[in-house]
């Protein structure tokens, strides 16, 4: 395995986030503490997840 395989290799091994949660942290503490708290995740995967949670979120509490 390369160095350059260790992201496949995190992303492969680690759960994916609830789409909710990331939503969550994104929104109270930023893209930054979602950075520190699933580093192996893309800023794109992360802002999709949060898209989706906040899509599950309104569908959840009404509008």
């Given at each position: 395995?390369?160095?350059?395989?260790?992201h496949s290799w995190d992303t492969a091994v680690r759960?994916?986030?609830?789409?909710?949660?990331?939503a969550q942290?994104?929104?109270?503490?930023?893209?930054?503490?979602?950075?520190?708290?699933?580093?192996?995740l893309t800023v794109r995967t992360l802002s999709s997840l949060a898209h989706q949670g906040r899509k599950q979120l309104e569908r959840r509490d009404g509008p």
């Open positions: 395995m390369s160095v350059n395989d260790t759960r994916q986030p609830c789409a909710i949660t990331v942290v994104i929104d109270e503490y930023g893209y930054e503490a979602a950075q520190e708290r699933w580093g192996w």
